[in-house]
């Protein structure tokens, strides 16, 4: 891994820029500090999320895409991304900037796996959408009642393995029987999930990585 | 009849006993364990020695040519679906995977799956293999994302990529059939004492393994997918069915 002295000076940087830049190296005490230093400066909350951590978050996003980093680049620096986000929270609430809409998520029945899970969720937190997350081993009901009470405009579901990617079938179809239908729309990903299969099983988006997941929960939050 | 397999080292033991007393001429083309972390070098791995075994059948004698590729692989992360053939049948399992094989079919694992909620499969193949949870395995995971990520991230990463295990419930070992070793079962039952798992032995069986090997590939456990086809998902318990394929580059020249 390169270190940061090679690329460029931190110091050198602006306060959102150092933000950025240390969110890409996953390096959370570092981008906590900025968040602080940049509020001290008198940035307006919203600005350091979009130019500093979401910044940062996006080049990551792009380097994964292209294989250019892995699994757990993109973890840490969405964890950097969180601890900035806990910091700015009260910020974005006193400064009026409303939640975009909201999103529940979790893991289907019989599977128990959530690092792709939590990452979504991460980042559909830095797009300022709500999320209840229900965790793993979700069973239907659960999906559509914390749907309900929440009144969530998407569900969204994942699975890792092809033993249990079925059970998001039973969501689609339970969904469908609601009086939800066609109001809340559902999302599918995980590693064994194709568009082939979200087509064949009638879920409305099917998203291949979590950048892309949140930016449709975005879309389909701000659609109605 | 001739037969080309293409197997996953997990399963080197008992492919290589099967292949050995088999009434058909087989020859084995082995990937290493573990490609179906990465579904798609997994294909491309799968489809470069279906494409060598096609070259090799055309330089051979007309009667020394294979008449089928086999491959010992279930669905594996959809590392199989897209392949495609040209002038040979292939034979894929209806399964998952390779917990299928080892159990000896796909209902029995199914069934399990059901029985043993949140299950890690421990085999003689997968210890010898592949990576398992155990207690050095954590330690040298961890020793390396410390040394890539930073210690800052090190309890992070082992968390993220490891939390499922505190959602598992149940280690499930899968005796040899052709002689179990009791070291791997100690590592087994290890392994379930230092995460928290309830141990359950299952007796491991051939019977799928020995119909993969020898046939006959009746249509409820195998796919046969024709020359000029393509192998796709079915996303039923069937988990495969075939498409034509049309004509690629290669054919054309």
């Given amino acids: 891994m390169s270190t940061l002295n090679e690329v460029s000076t931190p110091e050198e940087m602006s306060t959102l820029e150092q933000i950025s830049t ?13 968040v602080q230093k940049a509020l001290d400066e008198g940035i307006p909350a919203n600005e350091i999320l979009e130019n500093g ?13 292209n294989n250019e980093v892995f699994v757990p680049e993109v973890l840490i620096a969405a964890r950097a991304m969180t601890k900035g986000i806990e910091l700015l929270r009260p910020h974005l609430v006193a400064d009026g900037v409303e939640e975009k809409g909201t999103v529940v998520i979790g893991t289907v029945k019989g599977d128990l796996h959530d690092i792709g899970k939590n990452l979504v969720r991460m980042m559909m937190e830095g797009k300022g959408l709500k999320v209840i997350d229900l965790g793993v081993d979700v069973p239907v009901e659960k999906f559509l009642d914390a749907a309900r009470e929440n ?9 890792l393995l092809t033993t249990t990617m079925g059970e998001m079938r039973s969501v689609v179809e339970a969904v469908e029987a609601s009086e939800m239908k066609g109001k809340v729309k559902i999302m599918v990903g995980g590693a064994p ?21 949140a930016e449709v929960a975005l879309e389909l939050c701000t659609a109605g | 009849m001739r037969i080309a397999i293409i197997g996953c080292m997990v399963m080197n033991r008992e492919i290589s006993r099967l292949v050995s007393e088999s009434r058909n001429p087989v020859r084995v083309w082995w990937l290493r364990q573990g490609l179906h972390d990465t579904p798609d ?23 020394l040519r294979f008449e089928a590729v086999v491959l010992a692989y279930g669905l594996c992360s959809n590392g199989v679906l897209g392949l495609r053939s040209r002038s040979l049948p292939v034979v894929v399992p209806r399964c998952d995977d390779c917990i299928s094989l080892f159990l000896g079919s796909a209902d029995r694992y199914r069934q399990l799956f059901h029985d043993l909620p949140g299950v890690y ?14 207690t050095e395995n954590y330690a040298r995971q961890r020793a390396m994302y410390a040394e890539e990520y930073g210690e800052e991230n090190a309890d992070y990463l082992m968390e993220c990529s490891n939390g499922w295990m505190k959602n598992y419930k149940h280690c499930g070992y899968i005796t040899c059939p052709l002689g179990d070793c009791p070291a791997h079962e100690a590592y087994a039952r290890q392994a379930a004492q230092d995460f928290g798992w309830e141990f359950t032995k299952v007796e491991g069986s051939m019977d799928y393994l020995d119909a993969l090997v020898n046939g006959p590939w009746d249509d409820a456990r195998f796919l046969t997918c024709p020359p000029h086809s393509r192998i796709e998902a079915d996303y039923s318990n069937r988990k495969f069915r075939s498409v034509p394929a049309g004509l690629d580059d290669r054919e054309q020249g």
């Fill in chain 1, 151 to 159: 009144n969530a405009q998407v569900i969204a579901c994942s699975a």
């Fill in chain 1, 53 to 65: 951590l979401l910044d940062g978050m996006n080049i990551i996003g792009q380097k994964f895409k």
């Fill in chain 2, 121 to 134: 499969w421990y085999n003689a193949g997968w210890i010898e293999q592949a990576f398992t949870p155990s």
């Fill in chain 2, 41 to 63: 070098i997994l294909r491309t791995e799968l489809q470069r020695a279906l494409d060598e075994i096609e070259r090799e059948n055309s330089l051979l004698p007309e009667n």
């Fill in chain 1, 22 to 34: 240390w969110l890409q190296q996953g390096r959370a005490p570092k981008v906590k500090a900025c």
């Fill in chain 1, 193 to 213: 999930i194709t568009q082939a299969y979200c087509d064949q099983i009638g879920a409305d988006r099917f998203t291949p990585d979590a950048a892309s997941a």
